[in-house]
């Protein structure tokens, strides 16, 4: 069955980086584009980022446009999201997301920016 597991989850403090990877199983990876979502206590899921099956064309949320990069290498069968001059307000727990007949989101894993 499909899974989706994220990881690089962290601590960071303002203005740091972190990778998050996205291993996907269980479909055939470099048919389905990818995305990145956030959440936040209280809040709805939202999206921060999209890339096509073959990672051609990128697209981003305007509040991270500039500082987060998302790939995917279809060979590791893995996509990726580079966030750099984190902010406090990235503070999220972080999910990949796919749809393969219907959706489906990894277990997340969480950002934490403080100083």
């Known amino acids: 069955q499909v899974q989706l597991v994220e990881s690089g989850g962290g601590l960071v403090q303002p203005g740091g980086s972190l990778r998050l990877s996205c291993a996907a199983a269980?479909?055939?990876?470099?048919?389905?584009?990818m995305n990145w979502y956030r959440q936040t206590p209280g809040k709805e899921r939202e999206w921060v980022a999209g890339?096509?099956?073959?990672?051609?064309?990128?697209n981003y949320a305007d509040s991270v446009k500039g500082r987060f990069t998302i790939s995917r290498d279809n060979a590791k069968n893995t996509v990726y999201l580079q966030m750099n001059s984190l902010k406090l307000e990235d503070t999220a727990v972080y999910y990949c997301?796919?749809?393969?007949?219907?959706?489906?989101w990894g277990q997340g894993t969480r950002v934490t920016v403080s100083s």
């Open positions: 890339i096509t099956r073959t990672g051609g064309s990128t």
């Open positions: 269980g479909f055939t990876f470099s048919a389905y584009a």
């Open positions: 997301q796919t749809a393969v007949l219907r959706t489906y």
